[in-house]
């Protein structure tokens, strides 16, 4: 496989800046992220309890934290402007806990994966990093995390084996410059080299591999401002 690059600029445009307060008569609440992470769909509106709350979501893009009512809610995921589900699912979130719900997979087999994020602060110094394989031209993954130029030819993966709809622990590490290498599991052939990524202490990032639109290569990666 040749190198491939592409890196889509940090700092998301966040496809909603707004905080909804879903349901009533409970002040109990979680907060839920969504991100169209499946590669041939087109746009999509999303809805949460039958109420439009994200409409015109592009692939690649992610929303912004939206507050809900804490339990289990009715999460629908549709083409924009129609009225036909291509996710219909009804995941339970617990009450003041963060959540990212990935859109993701081709079209014909788009499902919903959901991630428990942890938000608390890192130690003094440090930053948090998540990886998620959300690739489905990709198989099994290795994951290097570097200093900027860093040569992986002679190192062990930082995370091995990752499959795809999965994802890293939290990686605590200083705050600094990292550079991330995505390669085919056992072998040395980059598939995604972020370029120098500067983290700053107090920081947490979710970083999505995805597909070219469409599917297929380039492959890419998009990162998420979890905290700060």
């Known amino acids: 496989m040749a190198r491939l690059f592409r890196l889509l600029p940090l700092g998301l445009v966040l496809v909603a800046g707004i905080a909804l307060n879903l349901g009533c008569g409970s002040d109990e609440k979680a907060r839920i992220r969504v991100v169209h992470a499946s590669p041939d769909a087109p746009n999509v509106d999303v809805l949460v309890d039958g109420k439009s709350v994200l409409t015109d979501v592009p692939y690649g893009k992610a929303s912004d934290y939206l507050a809900v009512k804490a339990g289990a809610r009715q999460i629908e995921v549709r083409a924009t402007g129609t009225s036909q589900d291509v996710i219909n ?8 806990k963060d959540y990212t719900i990935l859109a993701e997979d081709f079209l014909v087999n788009i499902t919903p994966g959901v991630l428990t994020d942890n938000n608390a602060a890192p130690d003094s110094g440090k930053v948090k990093v998540r990886v998620v394989h959300g690739s489905p031209s990709a198989g099994p993954v290795d994951i290097y995390v570097t200093a900027p130029g860093g040569d992986i030819s002679t190192v062990s993966p930082t995370v ?3 499959a795809f709809k999965s994802a890293t622990d ?13 390669t085919p599991t056992g072998t040395k052939t980059v598939a995604i080299d972020t370029g120098a990524i500067n983290l700053t202490a107090g920081q947490i990032r979710t970083a999505v591999a995805l597909d070219a ?6 492959l890419s990666v998009i990162l998420l401002d979890d905290l700060n």
């Open 89 to 96: 699912a009804k995941p339970d979130f617990a009450s003041k």
């Open 160 to 162: 091995s084996n990752l």
């Open 213 to 218: 639109p469409g599917g297929g290569v380039p």
């Open 170 to 182: 939290y990686l605590s590490v200083a705050a600094g410059s990292y550079e991330v290498f995505v």
